[in-house]
């Protein structure tokens, strides 16, 4: 059964407001979520009482009032990962409002341009959209972002393990770059990871790590629990914070405000068409004819590794800007006289 939770507008403010006792958590197999609020500890004094009074006033009515302006989004409050919130995810929350609020916000503006088509992706595979925050931590949704590891694009892929599932790299083309077709092989991974592994916690851990070195730590210390791996310090730094980043990320985007990124600079959702072209292609000569940026083009093409498509290839399919197919197959027409005069 997939993991479904619904966190109420009142349990996300807690979080804003820093009411750090109160846990949200949902196992890792489905189960339902809990949330525990400890008795306000007994201080003697009135003056303590009555400021608990007050900011449980105050809390009620910030409620009442959003809960009122969310009545037709209460959607952007809905999770379809297992929600844990522990003292490792607030800190990268922390993070994230501070020390990394810049990139966090620059990742938050770019990801009302690539969520969309990454959601779904995701959904028409059946496979929780909320996986798409991976991408957020995986490369910032950058298409040439490269690690030490050499894995490259959106999602990240090694050379052989994008290979094992489909894509294709060469001396001009790195379908690893490619958002949707990287997203296509992230998904066939991911279902694989998660026939063997069960749990998205351990699936994302997989995918950062690797199977065979959490196969191994899961062996070794008998438990199949993310948390419980983490505690024993099974697993490497960088896995160890890799789920707890993609909550953050998680909990953060679908109330900005709520944390402090007000003012967002929403991009454009990702929309194109796609044109076959001709060998010899040139995206810059293309660009000048379609009148867009030259970065436009390439950003959608950003599988092509030298900016055309070569003489040697019969051809290739290349995205254009929504509503300029008939510019781009007169510009290959135009292209074709050209070739055949030379």
Not at 6 to 35: D, R
Not at 77 to 101: C, E, H, M
Not at 125 to 137: H, K, N, S
Not at 204 to 210: D, E, K, R, T, W
Request: proline share 4%; charged share 25%; hydrophobic share 40%.
């Amino acid at each position: 059964m997939r993991e479904f939770l619904k966190l109420s507008l009142s349990m996300i403010l807690t979080f804003q407001l820093g009411l750090s006792s109160v846990a949200f958590a949902s196992t890792q197999t489905g189960g339902a979520a809990s949330a525990r609020t400890p008795a306000v500890a007994n201080s003697g004094s009135a003056t303590a009482a009555q400021t608990q009074a007050q900011a449980d006033l105050t809390l009620k009515q910030k409620l009442k009032l959003l809960e009122k302006k969310q009545t037709n989004t209460s959607d952007h409050f809905i999770f379809d990962l297992p929600v844990t919130y522990n003292k490792k995810v607030a800190t990268w929350i922390s993070f994230f409002q501070t020390r990394g609020k810049n990139f966090f916000r620059n990742w938050l503006e770019k990801s009302t341009k690539y969520m969309p088509l990454l959601q779904s992706e995701l959904k028409k595979a059946g496979l929780p959209t909320d996986l798409a925050y991976m991408v957020m931590i995986e490369s910032g949704f950058s298409a040439t972002a490269v690690s030490t590891a050499k894995a490259v694009g959106p999602w990240q892929f090694i050379e052989s393990t994008g290979r094992n599932y489909g894509l294709k790299k060469n001396w001009w083309l790195d379908e690893r770059r490619d958002i949707k077709k990287s997203t296509q092989a992230a998904i066939r991974y991911l279902k694989d990871l998660r026939q063997e592994f069960g749990s998205w916690y351990l699936v994302a851990a997989s995918y950062n790590m690797g199977e065979n070195g959490l196969r191994r730590q899961i062996r070794k210390h008998g438990t199949n629990d993310y948390w419980e791996l983490v505690r024993l310090k099974a697993l490497p730094q960088e896995t160890q914070d890799y789920v707890p980043k993609i909550l953050a990320a998680m909990m953060i985007a679908k109330a900005p405000n709520l944390y402090g990124f007000r003012d967002l600079d929403a991009q454009y959702p990702l929309q194109y068409e796609v044109v076959w072209a001709p060998a010899g292609t040139d995206l810059e000569n293309l660009a000048e004819h379609l009148n867009v940026t030259k970065k436009a083009i390439r950003d959608l093409n950003a599988e092509l590794l030298l900016g055309y498509v070569p003489r040697q290839v019969d051809g290739h399919h290349i995205r254009i800007p929504l509503g300029s197919l008939g510019m781009a197959r007169q510009f290959f027409r135009d292209q074709n006289k050209k070739y055949a005069l030379d």
